[in-house]
Nanobody, 122 residues
Framework: QVQPVESGGGLVQAGDSLRLSCAAS????????MGWFRQAPGKDREFVAA????????AYADSVKGRFTISRDKATNTVYLQMNSLKPEDTAVYYC???????????????WGQGTQVTVSS
């Protein structure tokens, strides 16, 4: 079982960059896809990005394509979300997630972190 723990959130201005980290415990980390989701106040949680176990395939929500990059470091059991050109509408609690299956990690992953707040001021 992979248990994600997020860090790196904070308050930034529009146009700034921020990198979120997700440290994952568990011996199966290197074999499972990982993803990022976010939830803004009053809205449903939504998919942001995902990466396969190998790290060779990624997927992004249309709203973050070209601005966000997901990557993983197997040596440190860490997944990153590099966020550039941040906008006020990116303000949300960001969650790291994991699942055994690539299709499910982008829709309804089985394991969730507790989230980290990202606030983008205009």
């Amino acid at each position: 079982q992979v248990q994600p723990v997020e860090s790196g959130g904070g308050l930034v201005q529009a146009g700034d960059s921020l990198r979120l980290s997700c440290a994952a415990s568990g011996r199966t980390f290197i074999r499972v896809p990982m993803g990022w989701f976010r939830q803004a106040p009053g809205k449903d949680r939504e998919f942001v990005a995902a990466v396969t176990a190998s790290g060779t395939i990624t997927a992004y929500a249309d709203s973050v394509k070209g601005r966000f990059t997901i990557s993983r470091d197997k040596a440190t059991n860490t997944v990153y979300l590099q966020m550039n050109s941040l906008k006020p509408e990116d303000t949300a609690v960001y969650y790291c997630a994991s699942d055994t299956f690539w299709d499910r990690v982008r829709v309804a992953p089985q394991s969730w972190g507790q989230g980290t707040q990202v606030t983008v001021s205009s």
